[in-house]
């Protein structure tokens, strides 16, 4: 059946910020949706509130909203755009829920949308937990035993006749929000509670546990023919129990017999017909008993998720391109598979290779949450990675993580596990955690029964076992020293480091001594079948064997460096800038290169560059990687840290590194140097000291004053940074630092800054080529100085900087890239009190804020740089179209920043100098208040625009905080404060309630927050016992859904987008029309 | 695991490196690569690898075990087995025992640590070819071996695998009527499928002719899948000419090939043939398609019954590549099934009488399950022909 002709033009929907369980994997696959839905003559119109996305780039779609994902909006753009079809499948859990929404109002039938891919009768027994229960059984296929509450009671009720342990999980949440395994009545009370609070329908399902089960997954593609293929089959290593996105997977399943599997197969295809998914791909997920084969369907998502993704990238399988193309009417056997190029989309991957995806966690980030894994999913990324057995791919995978590692143990790293007795590693083993994976290669280094690490693990022996001959290599290489086992412990996975940390060399030395054997990589074709067929793709990852496939180049080739996998302080917005330098250098008639091994991005998708190297960023594999395509240049300043922190190894081995020099980026990082080059400059920045010691410390403070910002001096993304107000608070800080004894921090100094108080933080992006500066944009933070650039909200242009303040700042950053000798981009940080700048840091390298920027400004930032990097002029890219004359001004763009509490319930929700934030949204619009309103509504703060407003300040912040009160009065807010900001307020003559902190008296805050009497929170934190009512405050707001604004400067900004209104902050505009102004 | 070194080379002189994982010595055979994830037992197992040394493409084999119910004949039939890595530890709640203790005691020479890919390369851009490969044997020596290997053409296997004596199989519930199956290296889900649709089964040797089978007055008759070229099986091509018309005939794989050439059509070799579970097949009649198992080297061309030339294939293989119909001594024969990767002819049915049969493996073992309902198919057959 050919594509669908009555259809013309197609609504898609993204998935918004970057949460938890919601990644970049939804701009992978909108991104591949909206090329191929165009490229076949659609007109796609997008909606994605997440500007860090290519597929929010203006050139992938005709009309792109960077709107809120909410009904009202959409379905305001439906009226602006009148859709003949909207496609739900792509934009995971959050476009299918605003689709179904928009289904149930009416909203779809009244402008005549058809949804294609999945019906809303589909999703609703997929996603309606009951419901996939009742259809499952109707064909015959097994799920838990489980029963359905919308209460307490019913829940209770439900969980004894099951009997426990039980596992609850909400209806309509994502990546297990709110699920959890209570294994008693007294779990039971509050699992089932959280679960209720968190379904929005307050829906919940008492299901029986499985836990410890084999876990499986497969990924189904159906077309409307009814012909359904698996494209992939993937093996969870952690059991049932660890969530699937929180677990070690492995594809292709590894421990089924065939007949288990193909059962497995049919019931996966007899899913998705019995749930009614008309078209594309889904995700099924199955327990197994190991003892009996007993086999129980789980769940399926009936569109393209997280696995989805994976599946891709594991097999040459592009999923969510294919599912595009079926739901536009065509069939599997119409579609070419674009690797043989001569075989049709109807067929199953067969995969002559290993594949282990492991999840990256920041726990660091939130220390008062438990590193135990469970249902709830928590990692922040992930990294995949391809070998040729289970061994090496597992090993890849870990040095993959940068995580310190350098495998699976057999490094420094081991040593905490090594410090282990026997009884605290058997716990180790036993607990699901991030680290139980070293703790399992220790036990068997101690020479454990595999079967009884298995077991202690719940893990399948064959993995343990896998793992044991990793661990025996170990002492092989522990023992001996010849080519011959070198090259065994290659092709198990052993990487250089490891090696070096067992003979006690270096890495240099054992790649000196392995290449002089000729011990070197070979690189195989990811091909979809085995290599039965031509692949016309070249998709490669390294192995060790005979031989390698690698072909010549016509064209002079450059090497993108990734970001890796995504964590806390590094996302998309580094792939972003990775994929455009490949556009670029595409469109400049180079043949791209890209190295990753972050299976979610659209850099790592085959057709994104010329060529694409699935390989660990370490040193030892980018080398071997360069060593086969001995490229022009390498591009390492658009990745992020990852790429950067190679830059000197790579240059040392002769490597050309394009732009600016590592030399210069390290000057950059280095203090003493960069303020060396400030002072120069006649660049004013904080008052600054060293110290590596209290007393050291109080010396510094009586020079420089206090408040300051204290942190050790090695860490990035602003972790264990801390503002102190008082010399009790410096000397605890600097004791629990080196009380730690971490040794990486006790070699290092901790760093004082002058905390420069309400000063207004301004973000610089620019190209710099030598010559000419091209400033993309000046960014003022919403949030003081004090709060993370990454975590707090941004305005462009900025609305309050003096003339004065913005020509320093300009001086500053024109003085700056030609002092560090920028070749491509520089950001630049300030604080700015008044009329005074002062230089907070300078990065000479892409930044967070590129995406929103170029989207801001209608300018490729990305592109230029790249393009200045490798020597073009700004002039001549003007001439070339590249630069536009004038960047877009008409109007001001928002960034707020997303952040996970939810997922971390037992953490204080305020904003720091440490970045937690997963993700960021754009509002755009006239002014600031409707900018920052959609931003607002974006990150999913839902404003009363009238009501009840709770308000308690810090000391310093009383006189702004009480410009915000006055603005609330204004709005016809009734205010309420605890006793010290009403006696404040109610001194400068506002009408003030006085209400209770938590447990002073009746109807405390709480009791109120609870009776749902506030709509809305501004408590900003501060030290001692008031930190603490601030911190169940904040946290009971959160539990609640009730906006709560950490800041004095972030509630004016709600104030001001509250004047604005909901009218003109759910009216829609597309990126297309405010560039084109 | 120290075992011993081993060494795999082909007839044209590539060598690969290895170690001996299965019973010593050498061995000698067609190499041909199967892409199968799942299955290996089932694979070794299957009378139509006689002759051939498999090479699996999928890098961990052994990982599940051995279990008797998985065997497909009582004895391993293939040459050698050859693969990336042998696990020497299985896990599964219905293994019996490791792979490695099945090759040592069934006398299988197999070889582990291969670069199976680049066997593979090799095997798909110079044709299926004989290698030799074993242990405590000079590189030389099996290279010599390799280079006077016979090759598959024109080479009697069946006979190697068929019954020697016939035999009687009882049908589950209720009894529709005896089916005699043709043996030609019979896989024993095929015994299987029939007996679960009610039909007792008689398999009676390759060469039993045409009266004996009409003798033992069957409800229809069944034609197995075997190992190598269709061409010699002069016999069985006739005994298959004295059937059709007689009884409802349903032929798989050997059997389609051999049911082609009863009907006057050509059969030839395929570069590297089909080895695998993936394999799209579309039924022409209404354009669904299938996963098919596939296992075979030879294949049948209809073209050959006609006086037009295959047309040039372009962009994905269609139906064009296959004639309509062609006409036969018994009748007119039409394509019913085509191989989406290639465009090779999947199945053939007879217009006139109650025949068809498949390129491929509706019982799977190993493979997915979408094609059983041709069993149905075949037992729908012969209630209508009754
Ligand atoms: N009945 C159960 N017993 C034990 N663990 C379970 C059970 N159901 C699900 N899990 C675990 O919880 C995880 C999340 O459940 P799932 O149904 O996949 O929700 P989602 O993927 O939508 O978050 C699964 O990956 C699995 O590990
Ligand atoms: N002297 C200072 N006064 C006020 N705020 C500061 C000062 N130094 C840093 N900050 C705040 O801390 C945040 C993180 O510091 P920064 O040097 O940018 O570290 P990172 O490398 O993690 O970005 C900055 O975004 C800024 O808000
Ligand atoms: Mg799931
Ligand atoms: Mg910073």
Redesign the pocket.
């Known amino acids: 059946m050919p594509a669908r002709r009555d259809l013309r033009s197609i609504l898609l929907i993204g998935s918004g910020p970057i949460v938890i369980g919601q990644a970049c994997e939804f701009d992978y696959s909108g991104t591949q949706a909206a090329k191929v839905l165009r490229s076949e003559g659609y007109r796609v119109v997008l909606v994605n509130s997440n500007p860090a996305t290519i597929m929010t780039d203006p050139e992938f779609a005709d009309a792109t909203y960077i709107e809120p994902i909410t009904p009202e909006v959409v379905e305001e753009i439906i009226a602006r755009e009148r859709p003949d079809a909207l496609l739900p499948t792509l934009g995971g859990q959050t476009a299918l829920n605003v689709a179904t929404q928009l289904a149930r109002g009416g909203v779809l039938d009244r402008h005549g949308v058809e949804m294609i891919g999945a019906g809303l009768e589909a999703i609703d027994r997929a996603e309606d937990r009951g419901l996939f229960k009742e259809t499952m059984e109707a064909i015959g296929l097994e799920v838990p035993r489980a029963g359905y509450a919308r209460s307490m009671s019913d829940a209770v009720k439900i969980a004894r006749d099951i009997g426990y342990p039980v596992m609850v999980r909400p209806s309509f949440i994502l990546g297990g929000g709110g699920t959890g395994i209570a294994d008693d009545e007294n779990q039971f009370l509050e699992v089932a509670k959280h679960g209720l609070d968190t379904s929005p329908v307050s829906e919940i399902l008492v299901e029986e546990s499985v836990l410890g089960w084999k876990e499986y997954e497969l990924e189904v593609m159906r077309d409307r023919a009814g012909n359904a293929v698996i494209v992939c089959s993937i093996e969870n290593f952690d059991p049932m129990g660890v969530h699937t996105g929180d677990s070690i997977t492995v594809a292709p399943v590894q421990t089924l017999s065939d007949r288990e599997y193909q059962e497995m197969r049919d019931d996966g295809i007899a899913v998705l017909e019995a749930i009614g998914v008309e078209t594309g791909g889904s995700n099924v997920q199955f327990a197994v008993d190991p003892t009996t084969g007993r086999r129980l369907v789980i769940e399926m998502n009936p569109r393209v998720s997280r696995s989805s993704a994976l599946a891709s990238k594991a097999t040459g399988f592009p999923i969510a391109k294919i599912a595009a193309l079926l739901a536009v009417g065509f069939t599997l056997d119409e579609i070419a598979n674009d690797i043989t190029r001569a075989t049709p989309a109807s067929f199953e991957p067969a995969l002559d290779y290993t594949v282990v995806k492991i999840p990256r966690f920041d726990f660091a980030k939130f220390p008062s949450a438990s590193t135990t894994l469970s249902t709830s999913m928590r990692s922040v990324g992930e990294a995949m990675a391809i070998g040729r057995t289970f061994p090496e791919a597992l090993q890849k995978a870990l040095r993959s993580l940068e995580n310190g590692r350098a495998g699976l143990n057999a490094d420094k790293g081991e040593a905490v596990v090594r410090a282990l007795g026997d009884d605290a590693l058997a716990a180790a083993v036993s607990t699901p955690t991030p680290d139980r994976v070293y703790a399992m290669a220790e036990a068997l280094r101690r020479g454990w029964d595999v079967d009884d690490v298995a077991g202690l693990a719940s893990v399948d022996p064959w993995f343990v076992d896998q793992m044991a001959e990793v661990v025996e290599m170990r002492h092989d290489l522990e023992t001996r020293r010849d080519d011959d086992l070198l090259r065994e412990a290659k092709r198990i996975g052993y990487s250089d480091r490891q090696i070096a940390y067992l003979w006690d060399t270096t890495e240099e030395e054992v790649r000196r001594i392995r290449l002089h054997a000729g011990i070197a990589r070979t690189y195989k074709t990811v091909d979809t079948c085995a290599a039965e067929f031509e692949a016309h793709t070249p998709y490669m990852y390294g192995t060790f064997e005979d031989e390698s496939e690698v072909l010549a180049a016509d064209k002079p080739r450059v090497v993108v460096l990734g970001s890796g996998p995504n964590r806390i302080g590094q996302g998309i917005e580094f792939d972003y800038c990775c994929v455009h330098a490949s556009f670029a250098l595409r469109d400049a008639g180079y043949e791209t290169v890209m190295v990753n091994c972050n299976p979610e991005t659209v850099s790592t998708d085959y057709d994104t560059s010329d060529r694409l190297y699935f390989e660990p960023l370490t040193v030892e594999d980018v080398l071997e990687v360069i060593d086969a395509e001995k490229p022009e240049a390498v591009i390492v300043q658009l990745g992020g840290q990852t790429p950067l922190n190679l830059a000197d190894t790579l240059e040392k081995a002769g490597v050309p590194i394009a732009g600016t020099s590592p030399a210069s980026i390290a000057m950059a990082e280095d203090r003493e140097q960069f303020a060396e080059i400030c002072r120069n400059l006649g660049l004013s920045q ?1 008052a600054a000291g060293t110290a590596s010691s209290a007393a050291e410390a109080q010396e510094v403070v009586d020079q420089i004053g206090l408040p300051v ?1 204290v942190r050790p001096s090695y860490v ?3 972790r264990k ?1 801390k503002v102190v107000y008082s010399l009790e608070e410096l000397g605890e800080y600097v004791r629990d630092i080196y009380g730690e004894g971490d040794p990486e921090v006790t070699a290092n100094p901790i760093l004082l ?4 108080e309400s ?1 207004v ?1 301004v973000d610089v992006d620019a190209v710099f080529d030598g010559a000419e500066l091209l400033v993309g944009g000046i960014m003022e933070h919403v949030e003081e ?5 990454g975590d ?1 909200g941004c305005v462009t242009p900025p609305p309050t900087i003096s003339d004065e303040a913005l020509k320093e700042i300009l001086r500053a950053t024109d003085e700056l890239a030609r002092a560090l000798e920028v070749r491509g981009l520089i950001n630049i ?1 300030f ?1 700015v009190k008044g009329d005074e700048v002062y230089v ?2 300078a990065n000479p390298r892409g930044s967070r804020t590129i995406p929103f920027i170029s989207k801001a400004k209608a300018l490729p930032l990305a592109r230029i740089a790249t393009r200045v990097m490798l020597g073009s002029t700004i002039t001549q890219l003007r001439e070339e179209g590249l630069v536009p004359e004038r960047p877009a001004e008409s109007f001001v763009a928002v960034k707020d920043a997303v952040l996970p509490w939810d997922r971390f319930p037992e953490e204080d929700n305020v904003l720091g ?1 440490e ?1 937690k934030s997963t993700g960021e949204v754009m509002g755009i619009g006239p002014d600031v208040g409707v900018a920052y309103g959609k931003a607002l509504l974006a990150a999913g703060n839902l404003l009363a625009d009238r009501g009840r407003v709770f308000l308690s300040f810090a000391d310093r912040d009383k006189q702004i905080g009480l410009a915000v009160a006055q603005a609330f009065t204004m709005l016809g807010f009734e205010l309420l404060a605890t006793t010290g900001t009403a006696r404040y307020l109610r001194h400068h003559a506002i009408a003030t309630e006085v209400v209770n902190k938590i447990g002073e008296g009746p109807r405390d805050i709480g009791e109120r927050l609870a009776n749902g009497e506030v709509h809305l929170v501004v408590n900003t934190p501060r030290g001692g016992r008031a930190r603490y009512d601030g911190i169940t405050i904040r946290q009971a707001a959160r539990r609640l859904k009730i906006p709560c604004v950490t800041t004095v400067q972030g509630g004016l900004a709600v104030a001001r987008s509250l004047r604005a209104g909901p009218g003109a902050i759910n009216k829609p505009r597309s990126l297309q029309e405010w560039h084109r102004v | 695991m120290s075992r011993m070194r081993a060494q795999l080379v082909t007839a044209d002189g590539e060598v690969f490196n290895g170690r001996s994982v299965g019973a010593e010595g050498v061995t000698t055979g067609e190499a041909v690569f199967n892409t199968s994830m799942t299955g290996y037992q089932e694979i070794l197992t299957d009378p139509s690898y006689a002759g051939q040394v498999v090479v699996m493409t999928s890098p961990h084999i052994g990982n599940y075990g051995v279990s008797h119910a998985d065997d497909q004949s009582t004895r391993p039939a293939v040459a050698g087995f050859v693969v990336k890595a042998l696990s020497r530890r299985h896990s599964n709640w219905r293994a019996e025992g490791s792979l490695a203790e099945y090759f040592a005691s069934n006398g299988v020479v197999a070889i582990s640590d291969i670069d199976t890919r680049r066997l593979t390369r090799h095997i798909r851009d110079r044709g299926a070819m004989p290698v030799a490969m074993g242990s405590g044997v000079g590189e030389s020596e099996l290279r010599q071996i390799a280079a006077a290997a016979p090759s598959m053409e024109g080479r009697d296997l069946v006979s190697s695998v068929s019954t020697s004596t016939p035999y009687h199989l009882e049908a589950e519930g209720e009894e529709l009527g005896l089916v005699v199956a043709i043996d030609l290296g019979m896989k024993r889900d095929i015994l299987t499928n029939l007996t679960r649709r009610g039909h007792s089964v008689d398999v009676v040797p390759a060469l039993t002719p045409a009266d004996d089978i009409l003798a033992r007055d069957p409800v229809g008759v069944f034609v197995s899948n075997g190992p190598g070229d269709p061409q010699p099986l002069r016999a069985t091509t006739a005994t298959l000419r004295g059937l059709i018309g007689e009884t409802p005939l349903f032929g798989i794989c050997l059997g389609h090939q051999v049911l082609g050439l009863a009907v006057g059509a050509r059969t030839f070799k395929l570069p590297f043939g089909h080895h695998g579970g993936n394999h799209p097949v579309r039924r022409l009649e209404d354009g669904h398609v299938e996963m098919t198992a596939q296992n075979h080297g030879f294949a049948v061309d209809l073209w050959s019954l006609t006086a037009a030339q295959p047309p040039e294939r372009v962009g994905l293989a269609g139906p064009e590549l296959l004639p309509e119909r062609v006409e036969t001594d018994f009748g007119t024969v039409r394509p019913t099934h085509q191989n989406l990767n290639d465009g090779t002819l999947e199945g053939i049915a007879l217009d006139d009488h109650p025949a068809f049969s498949v390129q491929y493996h509706p019982e799977a073992a190993p493979g997915p399950h979408d094609a059983g309902h041709l069993f149905n198919r075949f037992a729908a057959l012969i209630e209508e022909s009754r």
């Open positions: 904080p910002m990035l993304g602003g940074m800054d002058r905390f420069l000063a933080e100085a004090g709060v993370h650039s707090s940080q604080a907070l840091e100098p970045m």
